[in-house]
């Protein structure tokens, strides 16, 4: 009975008797405290801001966007709230699974006034109150809920708390101005004008890019013109003495222990490890490939599975410049311990006729077991010249590669490994050009090295992707990691 009676008032204290087995410590129960305070602000029309940035797989969505909503409805069966996410799909599972706390029997003993209608209700009559998994109500009471997808229409329908979880879904997006500039749009144009007077809103997630939406709205915050937020940031790692822990030790052992944190800091790199797990993301590129992460060796091993991928400069661009792009065949390795090396690169500045002639030339010196992939470039001449060197190269595996994303995201996957020390180069005349290169990414005049080192890199990967996992030297690859949205 005076569980029941914590339930009611406490949010942890509910989560924990609707499910015993939910492993919370100290940040859960400053997650809560805040939600507790952010309710009480509500129902006093205050306009309570929250932001919660936290790492993957914190717990963070599971109190917020699941057990918060039906502890809301649970203690005022009037509200209105509308939960977003970076899906519509995502926003209605979190749906469901609030109908479904609310449907436990536990739920009913502790708030019996608060009670949804029949499954699958679609049209609202005088007996039938909606449910499904787009919509809600609290029947006999004014109380609804929403699920929305971020960059979707939502009207019709006002909210005394905008619940937004996760509005960037992967890497991809979040490097893409015009989607974030996009989700921002949504966020002042549509979200917020739903919002009932005095209402409020919670933002939860990780930080991906420093004009993410949450960087968007804290740079408003500090320059006096958007609204104030109560922010609570919790790093992977804490970076200083904090009340809870010291620094160097890890947000919460009993999930991800230190030792676990460094392996995935290692595998992902420090770009993401800073952004995703430390809340502190950096400028794009910056510090993507730094030179002494690339040890040079005399040899290499005699076991390896090897890919040369060209980049092919645009020669109609180039002649207008003094400073023209360069056309680069790249090869790379990769052993059976998942190490990779760059072995040999091939840079000139010619014709087509040229760059045909040192494909076919490098081609013949790597051997029929080396496959080789160039750069297409886009529209009905690209396919052309396509065919024609797939032609050229009769007897060679040879294929093309249409691009797609920004040169810096197509990089990120190898400046992972090479900072985790799992990259490597063949000593040769080559070496100085390429390293001054991957430094000054992508800032620097040319790029076309990054560009062929990303191709190849790829290439192996999508040949035996589970090689990537089996670095004696790193956690779990990044491959896959960033677009799963398991790791909520």
């Known amino acids: 009975m005076v569980q029941q009676v914590l339930a009611q008032k406490s949010l942890l204290e509910f989560i924990k008797l609707c499910r015993p087995d939910y492993l919370a410590n100290w940040f859960h129960v400053e997650i809560c405290t805040k939600l507790e305070r952010f309710y009480q602000q509500l129902i006093a029309r205050q306009s309570p801001r929250l932001m919660v940035l936290a790492p993957p797989r914190s717990g963070k969505s599971e109190i917020v966007s699941r057990y918060f909503p039906a502890w809301l409805f649970g203690n005022n069966p009037r509200l209105s709230i509308i939960a977003a996410s970076y899906s519509y799909d995502l926003a209605r599972l979190n749906n469901r699974d609030v109908q479904r706390i609310i449907d436990h029997p536990i739920y009913e003993s502790l708030f019996p006034q608060t009670k949804i209608g029949g499954k699958n209700v679609r049209t609202d009559t005088r007996e039938n109150w909606l449910r499904n998994t787009d919509i809600f109500e609290i029947v006999k009471h004014k109380g609804s809920y929403r699920s929305a997808g971020v960059g979707s229409g939502i009207g019709g329908l006002g909210a005394d708390a905008l619940l937004i979880d996760d509005p960037l879904k992967d890497a991809a997006d979040a490097m893409s101005e015009k989607i974030r500039d996009g989700l921002h749009s949504w966020y002042t144009s549509t979200a917020y004008t739903r919002l009932a007077s005095g209402g409020g809103i919670v933002l939860i997630q990780t930080r991906w890019h420093l004009k993410d939406l949450a960087g968007r709205l804290l740079t408003a915050m500090e320059s006096g013109e958007g609204d104030k937020w109560d922010v609570v940031c919790f790093p992977a790692i804490a970076e200083e003495d904090e009340p809870h822990r010291k620094a160097g030790e890890a947000l919460h052992p009993e999930r991800y222990p230190l030792e676990e944190l460094l392996k995935i800091k290692q595998a992902i790199g420090s770009r993401y490890w800073q952004a995703l797990y430390q809340q502190h993301p950096t400028p794009g590129g910056a510090g993507l490939f730094q030179r002494h992460w690339f040890e040079i060796v005399d040899v290499v091993p005699a076991d390896c599975t090897a890919v040369r991928y060209w980049d092919r400069a645009a020669t109609e661009q180039s002649a207008k410049s003094s400073d023209p792009d360069w056309t680069v065949g790249l090869k790379l390795l990769r052993d059976q311990t998942g190490i990779f090396y760059v072995a040999d690169i091939c840079r000139l500045r010619g014709s087509p006729k040229d760059v045909d002639a040192a494909i076919r030339f490098t081609a013949s010196q790597d051997g029929v077991s080396c496959k080789v992939k160039f750069e297409m470039e886009g529209g009905s001449s690209g396919k052309e010249s396509a065919e024609a060197t797939i032609r050229m190269m ?80 790193s956690a779990p690859s990044i491959f896959g990691r960033l677009n799963v949205r398991g790791i909520r």
């Open 394 to 473: 009769a007897g060679y595996v040879i294929e093309a590669d249409r691009i797609t994303g920004s040169k810096t995201l197509r990089a990120e996957p190898v400046s992972a490994q090479a900072e985790a020390g799992n990259v490597k180069l063949l000593r040769g005349t080559w070496n100085e050009a390429f390293l001054s290169e991957l430094e000054t990414f992508p800032l620097g005049a040319h790029d076309d090295q990054v560009d062929a080192l990303s191709g190849a890199f790829n290439m192996l990967v999508n040949l035996n992707p589970e090689v990537a996992l089996a670095s004696s030297k």
